[in-house]
């Protein structure tokens, strides 16, 4: 047994078929769950980007590489890496 937050993909968010395929959300929903639910594993990787106008361009550039990086592994069959960078609380 163990106890873990969920995360949703954004296309189960307001957001619906606008989110990015590998962008997941992480939310404020718990549970504990059996060894035995487990049905595979995932690389997600949590995203600190700054914010603000003077880093427009900068973020930019890193959102292009990530997703030319991201087409590079879909071409070649490996798995997708998904990311998180915001916290999903409709109820806020």
Known sequence: MF???MMQHGCQTVLGNA????????????????????KQTNVVSIRKMPWGHQY???NIV??????ERA?????????TEYYCKSLYWPER
Do not use: M
């Open 3 to 5: 106890h873990g937050r």
């Open 19 to 38: 989110a990015n395929e590998r962008e997941v959300f992480l939310t404020n929903e718990c549970r504990d769950l059996g060894l035995q639910d487990v």
């Open 56 to 58: 427009r361009k900068d």
């Open 62 to 67: 890193v959102d292009k590489l990530d997703r």
């Open 71 to 79: 087409d590079e592994r879909k071409k070649k069959g490996l798995s």
